[in-house]
């Protein structure tokens, strides 16, 4: 079987360095402007995708962005962000400072990018897989036993579900050595196993594999996926249930300017605008203006765009599929379920163990962060039981006491837990039997610190 590559370096066109050394951008920062934020504005020569450029180096730090104005109006870029750190504080650090200036700045391109890995600076120490299928509880269980079984050792990764897709990006190292798999053979069956998994019993959608090695962006990669995917296609059966839920999304034409106006309400949340600014980049459009306003509870975002031949939104399927893909990029990162955070010592195995008793206690992961530092596991589910429902309170807690109190946390509010029901005879039962498959015979229970 023949497996796809994707090489992760772009090499830039020799004119576009040619002006950017002619025209450098020129990064301010200013701690002085706005009483409640750093205000960090970015003067460039224009070119397509810059917005996400910029964007992405701020959400990448993990920054909060409260405010933005775009222009980007001919051959030049203009744009200022008031932002915060998580805690709602202006940035003091200067080690963040300086990498901003320099991320950002006239030096960008002889610094390496952040690539995001989950928290994690990525490396080519590993080898990336990406995965796309259909969405199915004990999904995750199933894959991560195959890369078990396969003596893969996934260190990072993060899996996104919406409707009914599933899309995954995991980076993962020889059991044994640690290192990136690189055997072709080896691959092929990595590639081969999993693609079965993907597939299931489902004929009408299809799946995907794709093994690559060196650095990978893993939420820009996985909206690019989903939206390949086609996953923000929906028929009057997949309906949210509740219709408040849904972002509010707007798409008028100008025909005085010749721009669409595009205009997003919805609960604001981080990475929000880089949400959306992925996927306007990756329908075509360029944004000449925007203004973004998340400073209360409900963000507004106002784009004006046209498509990257020019034109503005031309016809009611287009504005209708705009607004589809809007909405499915911000409904992809909404954490429905129960957030679980797994922290102990990591260890050959575990994310198979951990995912096995979900499904075993039928739990649906509707997405996953997996992190590896310093021979620690960070991971963070979001679980709801196999019905979409929120999870009953006894099956947690029969789950943490399996895995241990201290090692398995439930974080966030108490919304996505019912209340257990009477206890009976044949419940009883299998709790017992779940206990005598305790945890601890895999060598979870530990203390953690």
Not at 341 to 357: A, F, K, M, P, Y
């Amino acid at each position: 079987m023949e497996i796809e590559w994707s090489s992760s370096w772009d090499m830039d066109d020799e004119y576009e360095k040619l002006i950017r050394r002619m025209n450098p951008p020129r990064v301010v920062i200013d701690n002085g402007a706005c009483n409640n934020a750093t205000v960090i504005r970015v003067d460039s020569a224009n070119k397509h995708g810059i917005l996400l450029e910029v964007v992405q180096v701020l959400t990448d730090l993990n920054l909060i962005i409260t405010k933005a104005y775009i222009s980007s109006d001919g051959g030049w870029f203009m744009d200022v962000f008031n932002v915060t750190d998580r805690e709602g504080n202006k940035l003091k650090d200067e080690g963040i400072l300086d990498y901003i200036r320099k991320s950002l700045g006239a030096d960008s391109y002889f610094v390496p990018t952040l690539r995001r890995s989950v928290g994690v600076e990525a490396s080519t120490d590993y080898t990336s897989i990406e995965l796309t299928g259909t969405d199915r509880p004990g999904l995750l269980s199933e894959v991560c036993a195959v890369l078990t079984d396969l003596k893969c050792s996934v260190v990072n990764g993060e899996v996104w579900t919406h409707n009914t897709r599933a899309a995954a990006v995991m980076h993962v190292t020889d059991e044994e050595t640690g290192s990136a798999i690189t055997d072709p053979q080896r691959l092929s069956k990595i590639k081969q196993r999993l693609c079965n998994v993907l597939k299931g019993n489902n004929k009408a959608r299809g799946a995907k594999t794709v093994v690559s090695l060196g650095s990978t962006h893993t939420e820009r990669r996985l909206h690019q996926m989903m939206f390949a995917d086609r996953d923000y296609e929906r028929s009057l059966d997949d309906a949210t249930p509740d219709e408040t839920l849904r972002p509010n999304v707007m798409v008028v034409n100008l025909y005085d300017k010749d721009y669409s106006v595009v205009t997003i309400r919805s609960k604001d949340r981080p990475k929000l605008l880089f949400d959306t600014v992925c996927t306007l980049t990756d329908m075509q459009y360029v944004v000449f203006h925007a203004n973004i306003d998340a400073e209360g509870p409900e963000a507004i975002q106002e784009y004006y765009i046209r498509h990257i031949d020019g034109s503005p939104v031309n016809s009611e399927a287009e504005r209708q599929r705009v607004i589809q893909c809007l909405e499915a990029a911000i409904e992809r990162r909404v954490s429905e379920g129960l957030k679980l955070e797994l922290c102990t010592t990591d260890r050959v195995g575990l994310l198979s163990d951990v995912t096995r008793i979900f499904r075993e206690n039928s739990l649906s992961v509707t997405r996953a962060e997996v992190t590896t530092r310093a021979g620690k596991a960070l991971n963070t589910f979001y679980v709801r039981d196999a019905a979409g429902n929120p999870v009953d309170a006894k099956t947690i807690e029969s789950i943490r006491e399996a895995i241990g109190q201290a090692i398995l946390r439930v974080k966030g509010n108490s919304e996505n837990l019912k209340s257990p029901p009477q206890e009976s005879p044949t419940r009883f039962l299998f709790g017992g039997l779940f206990k005598s498959r305790s945890f601890s015979n895999f060598g979870l229970v530990r203390s953690y610190s």
